[in-house]
Nanobody, 117 residues
Framework: QVPLVESGGGLVQAGGSLQLACAAS????????LSWYREAPGLERELVAS???????YYGDFVKGRFTISRENAKNTVYLQMDSLETGDTAVYYC???????????WGRGTQVTVYS
């Protein structure tokens, strides 16, 4: 299992922006699946955005046009740029990465994002 460390969460007013980072203790150059999930109190964990090794990006309908997932291979880091934040975006955000299709993926411990109006 490759450790993942999220950072960048915090308190922000609606309409503002945050950038989350997920730093891996290993190369992400050939990772099959890079993703961000979120979990709000009382709700199920949901996929926010993902990026495959082939370069295909996916976004949940609820964040499409507002969030952007990207990678910086030199820093072994996955980012989630969040713009036009809404109170409904309040949740714990988790990074999940599959480095090898024959092994289990790795989860970060999560970072709290709180949006107020």
């Amino acid at each position: 299992q490759v450790p993942l460390v999220e950072s960048g969460g915090g308190l922000v007013q609606a309409g503002g922006s945050l950038q989350l980072a997920c730093a891996a203790s290993g190369s992400i150059d050939r990772a099959d699946f890079l993703s961000w999930y979120r979990e709000a109190p009382g709700l199920e964990r949901e996929l926010v955005a993902s990026l495959t090794s082939g370069g295909s990006a996916y976004y949940g309908d609820f964040v499409k046009g507002r969030f952007t997932i990207s990678r910086e291979n030199a820093k072994n880091t996955v980012y989630l740029q969040m713009d036009s934040l809404e109170t409904g975006d309040t949740a714990v955000y988790y990074c999940y990465v599959e480095f090898d299709p024959f092994e289990s993926g790795s989860w970060g411990r999560g970072t709290q994002v709180t949006v107020y109006s």
